[in-house]
């Protein structure tokens, strides 16, 4: 654990405000939902809730199955980063934070097909030349929670539309397991 060097008070009804620094630089926005932990020494520890990342190893074999089938890299994400990846270049985008450009298409609530012609959509915010093709947000009561993304190597071909009804459907049984 590192210490922050912040001190806060509990309120009277148990409530303790995180300092605007540490939300800014962990990327906690308001209503976001936090896990709370407690280690053998006595410390609470705050850990942001992934609601997809609760599904483990069948986020991953849904992009496995998605990958091949449409032959393309499949990622799985949630609103900060890649929670599961299959196809090639998966190492590179795995466990890395997603771009503002992917956070603003999940955020949207809609899938993005990209046409050629269209200013490309980076994946992830370090990782240069990975461009998501097709952005199918992953929905929990009606709260957009991550997406799934299917990356195209040249942005001179656009997805087809088999691969945009395969992303559909993977993102709405993803939705549903978690509802269950």
């Known amino acids: 654990m ?40 006595g410390g609470v520890i705050f850990k942001k809730y992934s609601p997809i990342g609760e599904l483990d190893d069948s986020v991953s074999d849904y992009a496995e199955t998605v990958a091949k089938i449409t032959g393309n890299t499949v990622a799985v994400v949630d609103k900060d980063s890649v929670i599961a990846a299959a196809g090639s270049g998966r190492k590179e985008i795995l466990h890395k934070r ?8 999940i ?43 299917m990356l195209i190597p040249d942005m001179g071909n656009a997805p087809g539309e088999a691969d945009v ?13 978690m509802e269950t």
């Open 2 to 41: 590192k210490a922050t060097g912040k001190v806060r008070r509990i309120d009277d009804l148990g409530r303790i405000v995180i300092p605007k620094e540490i939300r800014k630089t962990m990327h906690i926005r308001e209503g976001a939902q936090l896990e709370i932990f407690t280690d053998s020494e």
């Open 107 to 149: 955020e949207q609530r809609k899938q993005y097909v990209y046409k050629i012609g269209d200013e490309r959509k980076s994946l992830c915010k370090d990782v240069e030349k990975i461009y998501a093709a097709i952005v199918n947000p992953i929905l929990l009561e009606g709260d957009a929670v991550g997406a799934i993304v």
């Open 98 to 105: 997603i771009s503002a450009e992917t956070e603003e298409l």
């Open 165 to 177: 009804k395969v992303l559909a459907a993977a993102s709405q049984i993803l939705s549903k397991q």
